[in-house]
């Protein structure tokens, strides 16, 4: 019981004093989810606005595939791109094994087909209720793209903030295709994996804060564009 | 020249149902064309079909030009109106955008329609707040902001009150008095009294009756279309 009160006085003097690995450690935790959500964004979003208007052969296999994905256990994600990027692997040579680019590949492959799914649902939504209008017009296809996502902007922010959220507390992947090396691949989940395993609360304890403290913003801010919706503030 | 629809043999079939058809019509080249009939009676697959939103069975469609080309001068105000998650003002100006009229003219013309349907002090609200009935007025100034050649209006005016209904009905014969073409489906006798210059009249997909308008409400030809007009229940 001390050590746990302990461990949490520790851990706020380590945030209060804005502590050099606790900063570092935050920091880089941010950018490889912050990059990894823009890159599964591009792809994601405009997917799901495709997937919901355009009608193709292969388009039902296609969500499934999508869906199917979203389910696939991080940890695993992380040993195939491990194996891929290994030296023996197909794509050893590009010596990104162990750095952030292999964190942030693993992120992107987790997070994109959560994002694009969140996507696709709305747009498919949103489509529904302006199809005829759109027809009526003679939209083309491109302004009817545009038109969805203009106008569905708030639906697409809070499925990339459902990519950030997952990205951010993702561990599995990330600590096998990135090592955990101290100074260069240590994130927030993967260094509350160690500290917690070596004993030092208040490292693991103002890790865990920090945190927190990014997955109640994303939420409050998933709420707040839902009541925005509701509201119909533009 | 406004460039009318003309139907032949047109049948509309879904999941094996019949729900139009087949229906031969040719419409006269100017004025209103009310579509009358109960509940179900295909007013709006009708009004669909011509606008080439809804696929024909059997039969077809003709313009002067494709159907495709036709659509291009004509707008539809759909029964329960689509309103874009956007101001007023951006709903108003939608059609303009697309188009491709520039920033000056587009903007007047959405302060003058604005006008017209008593919605200028709510430029920026966002539309989808609007009540059902002001909803119905933007979906029809956004309808003929563009100028259609062609307008096809399916009951514009089922959610309005008095007064609303008669703005709206001022608007329509504007439009019809410019030389718009409308077709128009309601189940209002007394609008469709006042405003059409011939009738269509349509139980259970069939075309029962096409007249001029004062021959159709004066001596219909059938007896459903009399019962219709005396309130009776068709069967
Ligand atoms: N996509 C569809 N699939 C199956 N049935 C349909 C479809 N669209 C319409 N119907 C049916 O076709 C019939 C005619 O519908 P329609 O909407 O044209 O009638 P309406 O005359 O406009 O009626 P109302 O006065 O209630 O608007 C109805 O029985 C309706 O249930
Ligand atoms: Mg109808």
């Given at each position: 019981?001390?050590?746990?009160?302990?461990?949490?006085?520790?851990?706020?003097?380590?945030?209060?004093?804005?502590?050099?690995?606790?900063?570092?450690?935050?920091?880089?935790?941010?950018?490889?989810?912050?990059?990894?959500?823009?890159?599964?964004?591009?792809?994601?979003?405009?997917?799901?606005?495709?997937?919901?208007?355009?009608?193709?052969?292969?388009?039902?296999?296609?969500?499934?595939?999508?869906?199917?994905?979203?389910?696939?256990?991080p940890?695993?994600?992380?040993?195939?791109?491990?194996?891929?990027?290994?030296?023996?692997?197909?794509?050893?040579?590009?010596?990104?094994?162990?750095?952030?680019?292999?964190?942030?590949?693993?992120q992107?492959?987790i997070?994109?087909?959560?994002?694009?799914?969140?996507?696709?649902?709305?747009?498919?939504?949103?489509?529904?209720?302006?199809?005829?209008?759109?027809?009526?017009?003679?939209?083309?296809?491109?302004?009817?793209?545009?038109?969805?996502?203009?106008?569905?902007?708030?639906?697409?922010?809070?499925?990339?903030?459902?990519?950030?959220?997952r990205a951010i507390g993702e561990v599995g992947a990330i600590?096998?295709?990135?090592?955990?090396?101290?100074?260069?691949?240590?994130?927030?989940t993967?260094?509350?994996?160690?500290?917690?395993?070596?004993?030092?609360?208040?490292?693991?304890?103002?890790?865990?804060?920090?945190?927190?403290?990014?997955?109640?913003?994303?939420?409050?801010?998933?709420?707040?564009?839902?009541?925005?919706?509701?509201?119909?503030?533009? | 020249?406004?460039?009318?629809?003309?139907?032949?043999?047109?049948?509309?079939?879904?999941?094996?149902?019949?729900?139009?058809?087949?229906?031969?019509?040719?419409?006269?080249?100017?004025?209103?064309?009310?579509?009358?009939?109960?509940?179900?009676?295909?007013?709006?697959?009708?009004?669909?079909?011509?606008?080439?939103?809804?696929?024909?069975?059997?039969?077809?469609?003709?313009?002067?030009?494709?159907?495709?080309?036709?659509?291009?001068?004509?707008?539809?105000?759909?029964?329960?109106?689509?309103?874009?998650?956007?101001?007023?003002?951006?709903?108003?100006?939608?059609?303009?955008?697309?188009?491709?009229?520039?920033?000056?003219?587009?903007?007047?013309?959405?302060?003058?329609?604005?006008?017209?349907?008593?919605?200028?002090?709510?430029?920026?609200?966002?539309?989808?707040?609007?009540?059902?009935?002001?909803?119905?007025?933007?979906?029809?100034?956004?309808?003929?902001?563009?100028?259609?050649?062609?307008?096809?209006?399916?009951?514009?005016?089922?959610?309005?009150?008095?007064?609303?209904?008669?703005?709206?009905?001022?608007?329509?014969?504007?439009?019809?008095?410019?030389?718009?073409?409308?077709?128009?489906?309601?189940?209002?006798?007394?609008?469709?009294?006042?405003?059409?210059?011939?009738?269509?009249?349509?139980?259970?997909?069939?075309?029962?009756?096409?007249?001029?308008?004062?021959?159709?409400?004066?001596?219909?030809?059938?007896?459903?279309?009399?019962?219709?007009?005396?309130?009776?229940?068709?069967?």
């Amino acid at each position: 019981m001390d050590e746990i009160a302990a461990g949490l006085v520790a851990a706020l003097r380590l945030i209060v004093t804005l502590d050099s690995d606790l900063v570092e450690i935050s920091l880089r935790s941010l950018q490889v989810s912050l990059i990894a959500v823009l890159i599964a964004s591009a792809i994601a979003l405009p997917l799901g606005a495709w997937l919901a208007i355009h009608r193709f052969r292969f388009r039902r296999a296609t969500i499934a595939v999508l869906n199917a994905l979203m389910g696939l256990p991080p940890v695993v994600v992380g040993l195939i791109i491990y194996i891929l990027l290994s030296r023996a692997g197909p794509f050893g040579g590009l010596g990104l094994l162990f750095t952030v680019k292999a964190m942030i590949i693993a992120q992107v492959i987790i997070i994109t087909p959560l994002i694009a799914s969140i996507a696709h649902q709305a747009m498919r939504d949103l489509w529904a209720e302006y199809h005829d209008l759109l027809i009526s017009l003679n939209t083309s296809k491109w302004q009817r793209i545009h038109t969805l996502i203009r106008d569905g902007r708030r639906a697409l922010l809070t499925a990339s903030l459902a990519g950030f959220g997952r990205a951010i507390g993702e561990v599995g992947a990330i600590i096998v295709v990135g090592g955990n090396i101290d100074h260069a691949t240590r994130v927030l989940t993967t260094a509350i994996a160690l500290e917690t395993g070596k004993g030092d609360f208040a490292l693991a304890l103002g890790l865990g804060f920090v945190l927190i403290a990014l997955a109640i913003g994303v939420s409050i801010t998933t709420h707040w564009l839902a009541r925005t919706e509701k509201d119909s503030r533009w | 020249m406004v460039s009318v629809p003309q139907l032949s043999g047109a049948l509309v079939r879904r999941r094996g149902k019949r729900l139009l058809g087949p229906i031969d019509l040719t419409l006269a080249a100017a004025g209103l064309t009310v579509v009358l009939g109960p509940n179900g009676a295909g007013k709006s697959t009708l009004l669909r079909v011509m606008h080439g939103l809804e696929r024909l069975s059997e039969g077809s469609l003709n313009y002067e030009n494709t159907p495709e080309l036709a659509r291009r001068s004509q707008a539809f105000v759909f029964q329960s109106p689509v309103i874009l998650r956007r101001s007023v003002a951006e709903n108003l100006a939608y059609p303009l955008r697309l188009n491709g009229t520039g920033k000056a003219p587009r903007e007047a013309a959405v302060a003058d329609w604005a006008a017209r349907i008593g919605l200028s002090d709510a430029l920026v609200t966002p539309a989808p707040r609007l009540s059902g009935g002001e909803k119905q007025k933007l979906a029809l100034a956004r309808a003929l902001i563009a100028r259609p050649d062609l307008l096809f209006l399916d009951e514009p005016t089922s959610n309005l009150d008095g007064t609303s209904m008669r703005e709206i009905e001022a608007l329509i014969a504007d439009a019809v008095a410019g030389g718009t073409r409308v077709i128009l489906a309601t189940h209002d006798l007394g609008q469709a009294r006042r405003l059409a210059s011939d009738a269509v009249f349509l139980v259970k997909g069939q075309l029962i009756e096409a007249a001029p308008s004062p021959q159709f409400f004066d001596t219909p030809a059938t007896a459903q279309a009399r019962a219709f007009q005396n309130g009776d229940i068709l069967e």
